[in-house]
């Protein structure tokens, strides 16, 4: 069943079959995850990430995020190693991203790789997108449903947003539970997070010694873009709105009910505020604010993850 968006489905057995063959043609379909919405294709076809990259105006130095239903899957294409597998049986399913070397028999297209010899992968736990996975014989690269550089799409509009009816296909399964990107962690040599998310490094760390990642390093997957996440209008850190046309971006219970304040969780809660970002963010562009100031969020946990984003995201 459709909702008003023509090209907006429900979940169901009909959609399903309907997604499936799509996917099959080479052609992409927006589809939901527990992190944020996905533009998905099949990773082995080059017609369908050519598609991918030209649709979202994305770089072709930015790698993309390969996902699969399980671990047995993954092993034809990437050469799985004990650190891994501590990680996927304690995080996976779920919003946890690996770099791992690509197996030479392996039949990602290079262009999902951005030509390196490593590939990001993983595994999640939507009940939607597992689902699909389910019925393909090949995995589904699929960066965030939106166009390069802006903000990450959490609901199935916001994904029609940015594509209109670019996209014949695009899930509706609610909005993402988690709200931000997963977390990156390259495991090729000594482990070190690339991109923070909502599992943090203190929760990875009594599994392995992380080690810290370089500034100067190469892309080896999403989110390391310097511009990223944006909203399209200027975002600062040092001081308060002084215009009616300033948002004002605040975090916990000292905050009193203004209509420029736009609080990410009255309780103080970091993992309610990083569900609530982009969702925010986005309120804020279409009321018009011309600048956001950002009141100070803790740099821990998910903090980590939601400052990472608004730091990209003001570049």
């Known amino acids: 069943m459709k909702n008003i968006y023509s ?6 057995s009909k959609s399903l079959k309907k997604t499936i063959k799509s996917l099959k043609q080479g052609n ?17 076809s080059g017609k369908a990430v050519k598609k991918i990259f030209k649709l979202k105006r994305r770089p072709k130095i930015n790698p ?13 294409d990437v050469i799985l190693n004990k650190n891994f597998y501590k990680l996927y049986k304690k995080f996976c ?16 297209h290079s262009i999902v790789t951005a030509n390196l010899n490593t590939v990001a992968i993983r595994f999640p736990s939507n009940r939607v997108v597992k689902t699909v996975l389910k019925f393909l014989n090949f995995p589904l690269a699929m960066p965030s449903a939106n166009i390069s550089s802006g903000i990450s799409p959490v609901s199935a509009n916001d994904v029609f947003e940015d594509f209109k009816k670019k996209l014949k296909i695009i899930i509706n399964g609610g909005k993402s539970k988690i709200g931000i990107e997963s977390t990156v962690i390259d495991l090729t040599g000594k482990p070190k ?7 943090s490094s203190s929760e990875i760390k009594p599994f392995l010694k992380l080690s810290l990642a370089k500034k100067n390093f190469k892309i080896k997957s999403p989110g390391m873009m310097k511009k990223h996440y944006s909203p ?3 975002i600062i850190f040092v001081g308060k709105p002084s215009k009616p046309s300033h948002a004002y971006l605040v975090f916990g219970k000292k905050f009193k009910k203004n209509p420029n304040n736009f609080n990410l969780s009255k309780k103080a809660d970091l993992k309610e505020a990083a569900a609530n970002l982009y969702k925010i963010l986005r309120k804020i562009k279409k ?6 100031f950002v009141a100070k969020i803790p740099n821990r946990g998910s903090g980590l993850a939601i400052n990472d984003r608004l730091l990209r995201a003001s570049k």
């Open 28 to 44: 992409l379909v927006g589809l939901p995850t527990e992190t944020v919405y996905g533009l998905a294709g099949n990773a082995y």
């Open 232 to 234: 399209g209008i200027p």
């Open 7 to 12: 090209n907006i489905y429900s979940f169901n």
């Open 64 to 76: 993309l995020i390969v996902h699969y239903n399980n671990f047995k899957d993954a092993n034809k």
């Open 193 to 199: 997070i690339l991109r923070p998310g909502i599992i």
């Open 287 to 292: 009321r018009g604010f011309k600048k956001i």
């Open 93 to 108: 399913p779920g919003p946890l991203t690996f770099i791992l070397k690509k197996n030479t028999k392996s039949k990602i």
